[in-house]
């Protein structure tokens, strides 16, 4: 079935400087992309998505790039504030019942 | 506007007691539902989804069940909680419409088990 990997497991930053998650997926029928964000105790929410037809998309200080040749896409995060730090999930569909499969998550610390 | 609502917030129950954990979906008809478990610290484990009133998928064999009464209410039950069913329950739903499905959550649940 479809797995997805997703690296690292914990990154920490200085504030103001770049984060990058990479996730690698294995069925190359896999469309849709999406990212989510957890802080802690509360519930994950979807903070930006890709479909496949599209190699990059980005919201403000956030952009998803997907390279489908190599099977994996990519969350970026520029200028990272406070506020940034969590744990963020990857996921995509399983073309078997387009249902989400999760990324284990990477926790995200920001360092002022 | 679609909300979703899970009750109890928290919860703290002895190991061999029975558990109802609930989920309702408000402003939708006819949603997937999930049920994620979380343990501290842990990714997102898929226990359960349904697609229908009655129907529901089994993703990972344990002393846990779900039913789907109706429409838009998912429960998830225990007849004897164990130690390892602590963690944080999540509920979420789609639109199931195809393959381009934002999942939206709960609140969720805390469960601690003494």
């Known amino acids: 079935g479809e797995n997805v990997e997703q690296h690292p497991s914990t990154l920490s930053v200085q504030e103001g400087d770049s984060a990058v998650i990479k996730c690698t997926y294995s069925d190359s029928a896999s469309n849709y992309f999406p990212w989510y964000k957890q802080e802690l105790g509360k519930r994950p929410q979807l903070i930006i998505d890709?479909?496949?037809n599209v190699g990059e998309k980005k919201d403000q200080r956030i952009a998803v790039t997907l390279n489908k040749t190599a099977k994996h896409f990519s969350l970026h995060i520029t200028e990272t504030q406070p506020e940034d730090s969590a744990v963020y999930f990857c996921a995509t569909t399983s073309p078997r019942n387009y249902q989400l499969i999760w990324g284990a998550g990477t926790k995200l610390i920001i360092k002022p | 506007s679609q909300t979703i609502h899970q009750w109890p917030a928290t919860l703290v129950q002895p190991v061999g007691s029975p558990l109802s954990l609930e989920c309702t979906v408000e402003?939708?008809?006819?949603?997937?539902l999930y049920w994620y478990r979380q343990a501290a610290g842990r990714g997102l484990q898929l226990l359960f989804y349904?697609?229908?009133?009655?129907?529901i998928s089994s993703e990972v064999p344990q002393n846990l069940s779900a039913s789907r009464p109706q429409d838009r209410q998912f429960i998830l039950s225990s007849k004897k909680l164990l130690l390892s069913d602590s963690g944080f329950y999540l509920c979420a739903w789609d639109a199931g419409t195809g393959d381009y499905n934002e999942q939206f959550f709960g609140p969720g649940t805390r469960l601690t088990v003494l």
């Open positions: 890709i479909r496949s």
């Open positions: 402003g939708t008809s006819n949603p997937n």
């Open positions: 349904s697609v229908g009133i009655g129907q």
